[in-house]
C-alpha cells in the first residue's frame, strides 16, 4: 500500500513518539483528505501492528 509507506517514511524521524503511544486519534471529517489518511494509517498500523487507531468525526457543517 503506497500510503502506508508514505506515512512510515514520515514517521521514522519520530519513532519514540510512534511506538510509545498508545493509541492513535484521528479527525475524520469525511472529507477525501482525512479519509485518505485514515486509510495510509490504517495499513502503515497492520504492517508495522502499531498502536490501535481511535477515530473522532468532525462535522464541520461546511457543505449544505
Do not use: T
Amino acid at each position: 500500500m503506497a500510503g502506508a509507506h508514505q506515512v512510515r517514511d514520515f514517521l521514522k524521524p519520530f519513532p519514540h513518539a510512534v511506538m510509545q503511544a498508545p493509541r492513535w486519534w484521528v479527525a475524520l471529517s469525511g472529507g477525501a483528505d482525512s479519509v485518505a489518511l485514515l486509510h495510509a494509517l490504517c495499513g502503515y498500523a497492520k504492517d508495522d501492528e502499531a498502536s490501535p487507531i481511535h477515530v473522532i468525526h468532525v462535522n464541520h457543517g461546511l457543505q449544505s
